[in-house]
């Protein structure tokens, strides 16, 4: 496994009880971070805990993202805890199952956009003031190759991811002459929780599209984030950068 130099970076990752954000709290440790935690899964997120505790420095902080008042709560607390935040990897996101447009539950297409994209928005407003006072810091969105491409049945998916990007590039512009550095990643769909709310067919048209002809590993997206979280990254910024097995095209 080839290291990333992380040590002495306290990182902020949410949705990190499980699958993707999991992986890259894993690697993070593995490459000198302090992790902290935020996710809405309190039994979860024990479970994390206990799985990682060992690997470095951990906190745990309970966090409903798309409340603004819970977020700022939780980078009071991170802060008090770690003392800085040099990273934060918004991760956090659900699917809200498969249907045409027209046909999805309206409820369902607002709770997407508000896990999907609110919340990042929340946490980076929140935890960029303290970036500032740094003049360092690293954010990294992860999209979708679907807010590049419009999945068919997954409107308010693609859409949120989408918006996404958009948040990234705009961000990216803004915070670019004061040290901190954001990207966006746009991976192909990895086998996690979430396939639990996928239909198979679905499932198997995302397959189909990827040349690669497999899906993309969680480990495969943590070491791409930890880059983008690196000081060696220096010169991207509201930049998207795939990790789709070949599937993209632009």
Not at 98 to 112: I, S
Not at 154 to 175: F, M, Q, R, V
Request: hydrophobic share 45%.
């Amino acid at each position: 496994m080839n290291q990333f130099d992380l040590n002495g970076r306290v990182a902020v990752i949410t949705g990190a009880a499980r699958g993707i954000g999991f992986a890259i709290a894993q690697r993070m440790l593995a490459s000198g971070a302090a992790v902290a935690i935020w996710d809405k899964d309190e039994s979860r997120m024990g479970q994390a805990q206990d799985a990682l505790h060992t690997a470095g420095t951990v906190s745990t902080h309970v966090v409903d993202l798309t409340d603004l008042e819970a977020v700022e709560a939780a980078t009071r607390a991170t802060v008090e805890r770690h003392g800085k935040i040099d990273i934060l990897v918004n991760n956090a996101g659900i699917t809200g199952g498969n249907a045409l447009a027209w046909e999805l539950d309206a409820q369902a297409w607002k709770e997407v956009i508000e896990v999907n994209l609110v919340a990042p928005y929340y946490t980076s407003r929140s935890v960029i003031p303290h970036m500032l006072g740094l003049g360092y810091g690293r954010i990294v969105n992860i999209a979708s190759i679907a807010g590049k491409e419009g999945n068919p049945n997954a409107s308010h998916y693609s859409a949120s991811k989408a918006g996404l990007i958009g948040l990234t590039k705009s961000l990216g512009k803004e915070l670019a002459d004061k040290g901190v550095l954001v990207n966006a990643i746009t991976p192909a769909v990895a086998k996690t929780d979430l396939f639990d709310t996928m239909t198979q067919q679905h499932i198997d048209y995302m397959l189909s599209k990827i040349p690669l002809a497999r899906f993309v590993r969680v480990e495969e997206i943590a070491a791409m984030v930890c880059w983008l979280s690196s000081e060696d990254c220096s010169f991207s910024t509201g930049a998207v950068f795939d990790i789709s097995g070949g599937r993209a095209t632009y």
